[in-house]
Nanobody, 122 residues
Framework: QVQLVESGGGLVQAGGSLRLSCAASGRTFSTYAIGWFRQAPGKEREFVSAISRSGGFTDYAESVKGRFTISRDNAKNTVYLQMNGLKPEETAVYFC???????????????WGQGTQVTVSS
């Protein structure tokens, strides 16, 4: 089993940056792909980015391409999401999730963190 803890959220002005971290427990972290999703109040959870088990492959939602960067350090059991150029409409709770496949579908991921709030002011 994998336990995930997100951190790094907070309040930032439009155009600002944040780096989210997803720290995992367990020695099998490197066998899981990791995805980032976000959910705003009253909206469905949406895909943001994902990274393969080795870190060699990444995927991004069209809306964040060129602004967000996902990376992982398997020695530290941590995945990062660097977010630049943040927009007010990206205010949401951001979740990381672990799964056997790197996909954009939330139901493909087995384990989820509790989420971290990101608020972007205009």
């Amino acid at each position: 089993q994998v336990q995930l803890v997100e951190s790094g959220g907070g309040l930032v002005q439009a155009g600002g940056s944040l780096r989210l971290s997803c720290a995992a427990s367990g020695r099998t972290f490197s066998t899981y792909a990791i995805g980032w999703f976000r959910q705003a109040p009253g909206k469905e959870r949406e895909f943001v980015s994902a990274i393969s088990r080795s870190g060699g492959f990444t995927d991004y939602a069209e809306s964040v391409k060129g602004r967000f960067t996902i990376s992982r350090d398997n020695a530290k059991n941590t995945v990062y999401l660097q977010m630049n150029g943040l927009k007010p409409e990206e205010t949401a709770v951001y979740f990381c999730a672990a799964g056997r496949l790197m996909t954009e579908r939330p139901w493909d991921y087995e384990y989820w963190g509790q989420g971290t709030q990101v608020t972007v002011s205009s």
